[in-house]
């Protein structure tokens, strides 16, 4: 049987505690597309080429991540209310970049 283990202290979750899956869903956001009467008049074969080319030098992992990416975890009580908490305190979101 895999060994189960908390992503936030790293402690065994695998004697039948309660311990918690976190999904995070980072999906592309696109707004409202409006189409004008520019776009209609513009000839996109030269934008099209272009992106077809860009595609072709990416790595495909690396374009599909862009536009969806999954992660999935699994916590422990303590560490996911405190993740929890971090998210509702916005936190996650003020804290240093460590890439
Ligand atoms: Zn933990």
Do not use: N, W
Request: hydrophobic share 30%; with cysteine.
């Amino acid at each position: 049987m895999k060994e189960i283990r908390c992503r936030g202290c790293g402690c065994h979750l695998d004697g039948g505690d309660v311990h918690y899956k976190a999904r995070v869903d980072l999906c592309a956001a696109y707004d409202r597309m409006e189409i004008t009467r520019e776009d209609l008049d513009r000839d996109p074969s030269e934008e099209i080429r272009q992106l077809l080319m860009k595609m072709a030098d990416e790595d495909s992992q690396e374009l599909s991540d862009e536009v969806f990416m999954r992660l999935a975890f699994d916590l422990c009580k303590q560490c996911k209310e405190r993740f929890a908490k971090q998210l509702e305190r916005g936190e996650f979101f003020s804290g240093e970049d460590e890439v």
